[in-house]
């Protein structure tokens, strides 16, 4: 059972364009909605998280929008940078979940050309 | 603060043998998780403890996956015997419920490969 989906599985764009990864969840009990980042050869780490009282919360190029009554959140980031070229995973779970675990998406590899 | 600890960070080892690896989680966090990633399967959580107690280990691929958290700054995944297929990088990552955060933090991974 899938209980998050994430897409595309990679993306390639050029330095300055705006990449945006897709996640869709099923329980309604999930409250908290990270994205985690991972560069090769290390382990992911929170980028930027957002709760389903809010659409929208920024930080920095990074932008999650949420959709509570579709039941989708999606990261966008701004003005892209060969830096940014990682993988990135999105993620599910929080209090009303009833435990401290997370569900990871299947990761997105992103790739920023100069 | 030193993260999490993860060793060894590489492991090659033949078929059968047993391997274990180990995890340091931050000082004060009270949940440890311990994931599998693989092309194939992406980030799959094993198992999570909470004040050292296991929770859910509906994710351990089968009985030759044992782990273990005898205290609060330990923690073992054991495989034996081990398989080619269980070649994955492995990561330990661990988090403090305080509030509104679920940041887990991840520890650098062990790369494991079953010849």
């Known amino acids: 059972q899938q209980q998050v989906k994430q897409s595309p599985q990679s993306l390639i764009v050029q330095k300055g364009g705006i990449p945006i990864i897709n996640c869709a969840y099923e329980n309604t009990a999930f409250d908290y909605f990270p994205w985690y980042q991972q560069f090769p050869g290390k382990g992911p780490a929170l980028l930027i998280a957002?709760?389903?009282?809010?659409s929208e919360k920024k930080e920095g190029r990074f932008t999650i929008s949420f959709n509570k009554s579709a039941k989708q959140f999606s990261l966008h980031i701004m003005d892209s940078q060969p830096g940014d070229s990682a993988t990135y995973f999105c993620?599910?779970?929080?209090?009303?979940?009833?435990?401290?675990?997370?569900?990871f998406g299947t990761g997105t590899r992103l790739q920023v050309f100069p | 603060d030193a993260g999490v600890i993860q060793s060894p960070r590489h492991e090659v080892t033949e078929m059968g043998q047993e391997v274990t690896l180990r995890c340091k989680p931050i000082?004060?966090?009270?949940?440890l998780f311990w994931y599998r990633q693989t092309m194939m399967r992406g980030l799959e959580l094993l198992i999570y403890?909470?004040?050292?107690?296991?929770?859910?280990d509906s994710g351990m691929p089968e009985d030759r996956f044992s782990a273990k958290m005898p205290n609060a700054t330990f923690s073992t995944l054991k495989i034996q015997p081990s398989e080619p297929r269980d070649s994955a990088v492995y990561f330990c990552?661990?988090?403090?419920?305080?509030?509104?955060?679920?940041?887990?933090?991840f520890g650098p991974g062990t790369r494991l490969t079953v010849t």
């Open positions: 000082s004060g966090h009270n949940s």
């Open positions: 957002i709760r389903p009282d809010v």
């Open positions: 993620a599910v779970g929080g209090r009303s979940y009833n435990t401290d675990k997370l569900i």
């Open positions: 403890f909470n004040n050292n107690v296991p929770i859910d």
């Open positions: 990552a661990s988090s403090i419920n305080r509030g509104s955060s679920y940041e887990q933090y």
